[in-house]
Nanobody, 128 residues
């Protein structure tokens, strides 16, 4: 059974940091793209970052560039999202997802439709 388990969410103050983890089971991440997406209350789900299982290339939505870093550890079959300098507008439920078609990693990686399998979300709350 294909499963993605996201963890690491929590509550931090503005300027704080969190590291999200996404562990895959039932399949390996080799040859796939893996993304992190988020959904804030009352808003549509948006892609935050995406990475190839090889580690490059990567994609970041403009609002997180320079603050978030996505990485992959194939030995652990996991993907991470290091989030620094967090802002209240980063508050959302964060999801990891897999693109088994390994589409091009570009602005299209911000779309929900780019992904085939989803994990449950982990809540990130940034207080001002």
């Amino acid at each position: 059974e294909v499963q993605l388990q996201a963890s690491g969410g929590g509550m931090v103050h503005t300027g704080g940091s969190l590291r999200l983890s996404c562990s895959a089971s039932g399949f390996t991440l080799d040859n796939y793209n893996i993304g992190w997406l988020r959904q804030a209350p009352g808003k549509e789900r948006e892609g935050v970052a995406c990475i190839s299982s090889s580690g490059v290339p990567t994609y970041y939505v403009d609002s997180v560039k320079g603050r978030f870093t996505i990485s992959v550890d194939n030995a652990k079959n996991s993907v991470y999202l290091q989030m620094n300098s967090l802002k209240p507008e980063d508050t959302a439920v964060y999801f990891c997802a897999v693109d088994v078609g390994a589409r091009s990693i570009d602005s299209s990686s911000a779309q929900e439709s780019a992904y085939d399998y989803w994990g449950q979300g982990t809540l990130v709350t940034v207080s001002s």
